[in-house]
């Protein structure tokens, strides 16, 4: 399940949120249907893939600001954001959830929305204090 939405605040200023979660409902997941968080827009200052489990929920809430308008044959806009992100993977044995920890990241970004799709570059710390810069091309959440 996944849920999304950019609200506007201002003419060139929006607020988002995304929530998403899933489970496997019973027995363990095979390798390839784990749930797996980290890296970027999913935990970004963790590795990718670091959490792994048969359920899983993540949330995130930021912002966006329109930078510069891009011209018509390169795409569209080029943004630079902020947002939080909190999530858990948990469950790797059939009756057992075993321990749930609940991890966060800080992020600071520039998003370019190009004609052959967005391209991210963000910098993410953990209140535990790793960092990590994260570059993505493609898809974002």
Same mark, same amino acid.
């Given at each position: 399940?996944? /849920?999304?939405?950019? $609200?506007?605040?201002?003419?060139? /200023? ?11 409902? &019973?027995?363990?997941? *095979?390798?390839?249907? $784990?749930?797996?968080? +980290? ?19 993540? @949330?995130?809430?930021?912002? &966006? ?14 943004? %630079? +954001?902020? %947002? ?6 948990? +469950?790797?044995?059939?009756? =057992?959830? *075993?321990?749930?920890?609940?991890r966060g990241t800080f992020n600071?970004?520039?998003?370019? =929305? ?6 991210? $570059?963000? *910098? @993410?710390?953990?209140? /535990? +204090?790793? @960092? &990590? ?9």
């Open positions: 399940m996944r /849920t999304s939405s950019f $609200v506007p605040v201002g003419p060139k /200023t929006s607020l988002f949120f995304n929530i998403s979660g899933g489970t496997t409902f &019973r027995g363990s997941a *095979g390798p390839f249907q $784990v749930f797996a968080l +980290g890296g970027p827009f999913q935990l970004g200052a963790y590795l990718p893939q670091e959490f792994l489990g048969n359920h899983y929920a993540y @949330s995130s809430l930021g912002f &966006r600001r329109e930078l510069y308008r891009l011209p018509t044959l390169v795409g569209r806009k080029i943004y %630079w +954001g902020g %947002w939080y992100e909190a999530g858990t993977a948990f +469950g790797t044995a059939a009756l =057992d959830p *075993g321990p749930i920890a609940v600071l970004g520039v998003i370019v =929305d190009t004609i052959l799709g967005p391209i991210a $570059v963000a *910098g @993410s710390v953990s209140p /535990t +204090g790793l @960092s &990590r810069v994260n570059f993505s091309i493609g898809r974002l959440f």
